[in-house]
């Protein structure tokens, strides 16, 4: 009995200390931060400083102790906070004094799989901050400014003012006169913002040389020919890994690369239908590559009807979505079909001639010799 009113006694006092810090506090929601810092004891080395580590970012500090109750319980819950913010420009550190009661700081972020830096506070950053009871939870906008500070766990209330402060981050990370948000170019100084292809990364950014590669030239010689039509077919077969030519290979301009811009560049290329170049394809691909190429048309979304090989002496296969209807020279309806990607038409039976195969968007013409 006697230990148990020691221990409370003990924890009263502690707690009286922290009341009394709250008197000297230094910074409330809207003071602007000048500096603090503090050792990193877990999750990191040397000293933590503000201006040097968290300046231009949101900072979310959580001061808490090792022996308070609500401290430990919500330590596991700020990691997934942290986790959902790790791509983000926030910094997520802690504030830890009064260690060993029982976790040291090294114990206290093993214990609870924080992974962000927690600090030791031995500056005391609390009597900076402290209004109340620990644990307490202070948001830093990028411009220095508190834009949340309170007492206890509120997560609905901490996401939201970090994502409060994220939208009003005002970032030049180069100085250029153009915050980041608005920079073509963002991590290095181009305040022209030069886009020769208008792609939307400015030219100092691009990788690709923006004169040369244009859509269609992917291998960027500057003329578009066969050699870019097999490049792109390297792009479709996933073989390639040259990002200039996927930024060339949206040829129908849907922002989609997939086999109609194929089928369209070789339509470009040689002067052809679509049907000859889907025949011209399964001439130069091997076996493989065609069926592998072909099997994209059930990932299409734009609505087409390709038919191949045309003329045919026997199947044909037709390309498309949803429901197409095949029809004879005099308009008899021949068949109805259900595409999805790649249907084979048995022609079994049917005579030579002129037939139409048409959808709601599309009507083409196919000949059968038998």
Not at 66 to 82: G, L, R, V
Not at 184 to 212: E, R
Request: aromatic share 12%; proline share 3%; glycine share 8%.
């Amino acid at each position: 009995m006697k230990n148990l009113l020691m221990k409370a006694l003990k924890y009263f006092l502690i707690f009286f200390a922290v009341l009394s810090m709250a008197n000297s506090q230094t910074y409330g929601v809207g003071d602007v931060i000048e500096n603090f810092s503090a050792p990193i004891c877990q999750n990191g080395e040397g000293y933590w400083d503000y201006n040097t580590d968290g300046r231009n970012k949101v900072v979310w500090l959580n001061l808490f102790t090792s022996w308070w109750p609500t401290c430990s319980s919500e330590a596991p819950q700020t990691e997934y906070i942290h986790q959902n913010f790790i791509n983000e420009p926030v910094v997520v550190i802690a504030a830890g004094f009064d260690w060993n009661q029982p976790y040291s700081c090294l114990q206290w972020g093993t214990e609870f799989g924080l992974t962000y830096p927690i600090l030791d506070d031995i500056t005391d950053i609390y009597s900076l901050f402290g209004v109340g009871y620990i644990p307490h939870h202070i948001v830093i906008g990028g411009d220095g400014e508190v834009i949340y500070s309170a007492s206890g766990y509120n997560q609905t209330a901490i996401i939201n003012y970090i994502n409060q402060g994220i939208e009003n981050l005002d970032q030049d990370y180069d100085n250029d006169g153009l915050n980041d948000n608005i920079d073509n170019c963002p991590y290095i100084w181009n305040s022209l913002q030069a886009d020769i292809d208008l792609d939307g990364l400015g030219d100092l950014c691009d990788q690709c040389d923006n004169t040369v590669f244009i859509t269609g030239d992917l291998n960027g010689d500057g003329w578009k020919d066969l050699i870019d039509a097999l490049t792109l077919v390297d792009v479709l077969l996933e073989d390639g890994n040259n990002l200039c030519a996927e930024e060339s290979s949206d040829i129908n301009g849907d922002n989609i690369v997939n086999i109609l811009d194929l089928v369209l560049l070789i339509q470009e290329l040689l002067g052809v239908n679509a049907q000859q170049a889907v025949a011209y394809l399964q001439q130069v691909l091997t076996t493989e590559e065609f069926d592998s190429l072909t099997e994209e048309f059930h990932y299409v979304g734009t609505p087409f009807l390709l038919a191949w090989p045309n003329p045919s002496n026997n199947d044909m296969f037709i390309a498309g979505n949803g429901i197409a209807t095949i029809y004879d020279v005099m308009g008899r309806v021949v068949k109805e079909i259900n595409i999805d990607g790649t249907y084979k038409w048995n022609t079994t039976g049917l005579p030579s001639g002129l037939y139409h195969i048409a959808n709601l968007n599309t009507r083409i013409g196919v000949i059968l010799l038998k």
